[in-house]
C-alpha cells in the first residue's frame, strides 16, 4: 500500500515538472523580445531647431509613453497654427538642470543625468487679451510609472517667452527629437 501512494506521489511530482518547462519558453519569449529592439539611431549632443515660430506658442499639455524599447516625453502647444515650436534640447550638469529661470531656486527632480529641454518663444499662460488664460493646467512636475529611463519631468522656467523643462533620467541615454506642427516629441533609447 504504501509502494502505490509512493508511486503516486512521484507520478504527480513528474507531472508538475512537466508544467514547469511551459513556464521556461515563456520567460524566453520575453526575453527575446527584448533582443528585438532594433539599434536606436538617437544621438546624446544638442538638438536644436534653426528657427523660431513668428509667435509665441502656448504648451496646453505634457504627455508620456513607453514603449518596449523607448520612453517618449510629448508636449503640445496651442494654437494649431500650423508652426512648429523653437526649441533647444541637451544635457546639461545637475547643478544647472536643477535650477529655476529667473529666481535661482533649487528645483530637486529625480535622476543621474539630466536632458533639459528649452522652448523659445513659449509659454504656458497667455496674457495678451488683458486677461491671464492658463493654457497648460497640468502637474509641475510628473513623475511617470513604467518608464524604462525617464524617472521624473519638472517645469524650470516660464519667464520672459523662454519655457523650460528638465527631464531626470537613470542614466545617459541617445535621444532623438521630432519636431512638427504644434508638437515636439523627445524619444529616448
Sequence with gaps: MQRAALLVLVLVLVVAGCGGKTS???????????????????GTSKQASSTKPPETMFLSAVRVDSQACA???????????GASPGYAVEYRPAD?????????????????????????PAATADISGGTLDRTYTGPRTIAPAGMHWVRQISKTGDFEAVLTWAIGL??????????AP?????ELG
Aim: glycine share 8%.
Design 71 to 81: 520612453d517618449r516625453i510629448i508636449f503640445d502647444f496651442k494654437p494649431a497654427n
Design 24 to 42: 521556461t519558453s515563456g520567460s524566453s519569449r520575453s526575453t527575446a523580445g527584448t533582443e528585438a529592439c532594433v539599434p536606436f539611431g538617437g
Design 96 to 120: 544647472e538642470a536643477q535650477t529655476e529661470d529667473a529666481s535661482g531656486n533649487h528645483i530637486p527632480i529625480a535622476g543621474n543625468t539630466f536632458l533639459v529641454v528649452r522652448f523659445e
Design 170 to 179: 537613470s542614466e545617459k541615454r541617445a535621444f532623438k527629437v521630432t519636431s
Design 182 to 186: 504644434s508638437r515636439l516629441t523627445i
